[in-house]
C-alpha cells in the first residue's frame, strides 16, 4: 500500500507560480512512476506530469513548457512546479502513482489551485 499527501495548493493571480508536492509513505523506487493529475469542475481528471523510477520524464501538451515535475528520492517526493499560471490551470491536482502490477493505482486527497484572472 502506497499512500500519498499532497500539499502547496492556493489562490494566486494569474502569471504566478506555486510549487506543488507528493510525499510518498514509501520509496520512489517502489512504484513505476510517479506524477500529477487534475479535474476541473465538470470535466474529467487529465493526466499533466509523471516521472517514472528510471527518471524519465512525461507532460501533458497544455503544461509543457510551464511546468516542471522533479523529485527529492532522499525525502520520497515529488514536485510539481507551476509557472506562468492561467484561469484555465484552476483544478484539484492528486498525485498518483502507478505500481509495476498492472492495476495498481494510488492516489492522493488532492489539492485545490486557483488562479483569478
Known amino acids: 500500500q502506497v499512500r500519498l499527501m499532497e500539499s502547496g495548493g492556493g489562490l494566486v493571480k494569474s502569471g504566478a507560480s506555486l510549487r506543488l508536492a507528493c510525499v510518498s509513505s514509501g520509496s520512489l523506487f517502489n512504484v513505476n512512476a510517479i506524477g500529477w493529475y487534475r479535474q476541473a469542475p465538470g470535466l474529467e481528471r487529465e493526466f499533466v506530469a509523471r516521472i517514472h523510477s528510471s527518471g524519465a520524464i512525461n507532460y501533458a501538451d497544455s503544461v509543457q513548457g510551464r511546468f516542471t515535475i522533479s523529485r527529492d528520492i532522499a525525502k520520497n517526493t515529488v514536485y510539481l512546479e507551476m509557472y506562468n499560471l492561467q484561469a484555465e490551470d484552476t483544478a484539484v491536482y492528486f498525485c498518483?502513482?502507478?505500481?509495476?502490477?498492472?492495476?495498481?493505482?494510488?492516489w492522493g486527497q488532492g489539492t485545490q489551485v486557483t488562479v483569478s484572472s
Open positions: 498518483h502513482a502507478r505500481g509495476f502490477v498492472a492495476g495498481l493505482d494510488y
